[in-house]
């Protein structure tokens, strides 16, 4: 049987879940940014990706609007 949504919100597990997931992402990016720091090769790497894929650039500008 599956839980509905006031179910879902109210499971004990839930609060504790989310911040175990919220520890794992601090970890998860403060592990990113030490690489990024120590090594130039990653940071062109990020830049490289922010301006092609991610679209960084074109994002800045029609925010400029």
Known sequence: MNNT????????????????AIMDALAAH??????ALGSARVRAG???V?????????ALRERRV
């Open 30 to 35: 403060g592990s990113m940014s030490k690489q």
């Open 50 to 58: 922010l301006l092609g894929p991610a679209g960084l650039y074109e």
């Open 46 to 48: 990020l830049k490289n």
């Open 5 to 20: 949504k006031e179910q879902f919100a109210n499971s004990s597990d839930l609060a504790s879940k989310i911040m175990n």
